[in-house]
């Protein structure tokens, strides 16, 4: 049995020690034909759980989501008793004893993986003990190849950096034109997170794990054969579609295998690895280009994406959790239900993408409605307008300052360089760090870090200044680059996650595209020191917004609970 399958079977959300000790509980005592027993008869600190409890325990679970499914598609015609309760046919009954039991034993042989004694009864803080065990290791069956689908969108990132500019001088494009190339790439990712996380719920994650390739393959393959403004502008707009298709499916990959006490740290390899990328990135792309040509680079690179299609293809495995209700069970076989369900499912792939995105939208407004995901959202947009406005636009141009530092170009690179590295290295230990202390504390320390080096960067005179600066500036974008993610995919529903994780990205991208335009004007109508301490401001304010929001949360729970 899959550990996944086994969480859901025991309807774990927190994953706390109180929750899983009262799933237990619930296992060995509640034995609904059996009322006479208490458990105030027994020594809760000596209670084991034996295969027959998780067999019964099974045994009821099954009943009750056969009925939700006898709801849902009204498959079956029961008799039902004076209390309304269905009756289900001897038969029926065989069989879902028969399965429940099979499901037991799976299980138990799970829970007992590292006792080579025992073989049918585990204690109960032993049972604890498994559960966190199991919900807190990494998989990284699944976390390691789509951590180099990531390397290798990072490394063409960084590889079109450095010879851009000579695509520019060689179809000899406007500055204005070379704008709109920059936004198409931007735009078109901003108007994919929708369509994206409904045909990523829809039809699986691993179709657009490995299409998606194909889509950014066209898109950078296809520079290397443009010879007009209208081509690049076609080629950065798919490669944004399948940056857009490749992260959430990324995303909610990760997701799926993940829990919330390994959620930050299952996602730091896919960060790292696309830290690394972009910081091998301009130094492969400087290469390839005086070796090879410009086009040719590009080609290579198109190529390159081809061949981690065909790997994804393979090597990848589908992680999206089929639910409850929509399973199929060894006594559904020649029933109605199979046939409704096949009915259902192909329903919804009729349905027009036009009312998909409609219902996807819809979901939005009950989203916001919760404070935790309203307040996430919003802090993620606030970061990002600041991201963009001090680093994306600012730094480059503090760094070649010719009244300040005055950084060579190859300079500028070994900053970026170093940069992605303290991130590459850093997302693992702050990973950790996240999961264990929350990620609260790891979006304010985050954002804390990085605004103070932001606020700090203006009076860097000397190169070990700025690296410093720097370094910790790295630190807190790291600390940002799992936090929001794995908080808001804790707090939403499992059949919610998709267009909440589109909600965050969406309102990033926004914050992108609006903190670049403005911190520009506000550094064209005043100063660059103006501009970068105004992003710092502002990051600093939504901060303490986020933190002060999240203290009165706490403090309302604490008091429903002292009540």
């Not at 038969?91 to 993986?113: C, F, G, P, T």
Request: net charge neutral.
């Amino acid at each position: 049995m899959d550990h996944r399958l086994l969480f859901q079977y025991l309807r774990l959300k927190t994953y706390t020690n109180e929750e899983i000790l009262a799933v237990f509980d619930e296992i060995v005592h509640s034995k609904q034909n059996e009322k006479s027993k208490s458990i105030s008869h027994v020594d809760i600190n000596h209670e084991e759980m034996t295969v027959k409890d998780l067999q019964r325990f099974f045994f009821h679970r099954l009943i009750d989501i056969d009925r939700e499914q006898e709801q849902k598609y009204s498959y079956a015609k029961h008799f039902q008793d004076d209390d309304s309760t269905t009756i289900f046919s001897e038969d029926r009954k065989a069989q879902i004893e028969k399965y429940a039991n099979q499901e037991a034993h799976e299980a138990m042989a799970l829970l007992l993986s590292n006792d080579s004694i025992r073989s049918d009864t585990i204690e109960k803080y032993e049972f604890q003990r498994q559960i966190t065990s199991l919900a807190t290791e990494l998989d990284l069956s699944r976390s390691i190849p789509i951590s180099a689908s990531m390397l290798l969108v990072g490394s063409s990132v960084g590889i079109i950096i450095p010879i851009m500019p000579y695509v520019v001088q060689n179809l000899g494009i406007s500055t204005g034109e070379f704008g709109m190339v920059v936004s198409s790439f931007a735009f078109a990712k901003l108007f994919a997170n929708v369509p994206a996380a409904v045909l990523v719920e829809r039809h699986g994650r691993k179709p657009y794990l490995v299409y998606s390739l194909l889509i950014i393959s066209c898109g950078v393959g296809g520079i290397g054969l443009a010879s007009q403004f209208e081509h690049l502008l076609i080629c950065r707009t798919l490669t944004g579609i399948g940056v857009s298709l490749l992260s959430t499916a990324a995303t909610l990959s990760v997701a799926d295998s993940s829990t919330p006490l390994n959620r930050a740290r299952t996602m730091a390899p896919m960060m790292s690895a696309f830290a690394a990328g972009t910081a091998l990135g301009p130094a492969v792309g400087g290469i390839l280009a005086d070796k090879i040509g410009i086009n040719n680079t590009f080609l290579l690179v198109g190529g390159m994406y081809l061949v981690s299609t065909a790997v994804n293809n393979v090597f990848l495995k589908e992680t999206k959790m089929i639910p409850e209700i929509d399973r199929k069970f060894p006594w559904h076989k020649n029933d109605k239900v199979s046939k409704k369900m096949a009915t259902n499912k192909k329903k919804g792939k009729n349905e027009t993408v036009v009312n998909s995105l409609q219902n996807a939208v819809s979901q939005w407004q009950p989203l916001l409605a919760k404070d935790k995901v309203r307040n996430v959202v919003f802090m993620n947009g606030f970061y990002w307008v600041a991201l963009s406005g001090a680093q994306m636009t600012l730094l480059p141009l503090f760094l070649t300052d010719p009244d300040a530092l005055a950084l060579s170009p190859t300079s500028v690179g070994e900053i970026y360089m170093g940069m992605s590295l303290v991130q590459v290295l850093g997302n693992p230990i702050l990973a950790r760090y996240i999961d264990k202390i929350g990620k609260v504390p790891g979006i304010v320390t985050g954002c804390s870090l990085l605004s103070a080096s932001m606020f700090t960067l203006p009076f860097c005179t000397e190169v070990e200044q700025l690296a410093m600066t720097l370094g910790f500036w790295s630190l807190g974008s790291t600390m940002l680059s799992t936090a929001p993610t794995a908080y808001i995919s804790d707090h939403v529903k499992e059949d919610e996650r998709a267009q909440a994780i589109a909600l965050l990205r969406t309102a990033g991208d926004i914050g992108l595209l609006v903190g670049a335009s403005s911190t520009g004007a506000v550094a064209d109508i005043f100063d660059m020191d103006v501009a970068v301490h105004s992003s710092a401001s502002l990051l600093l304010l939504a901060t303490g917004w986020f933190t002060g929001r999240r203290i009165i949360d706490w403090q309302q729970s604490k008091q429903v609970q002292n009540k």
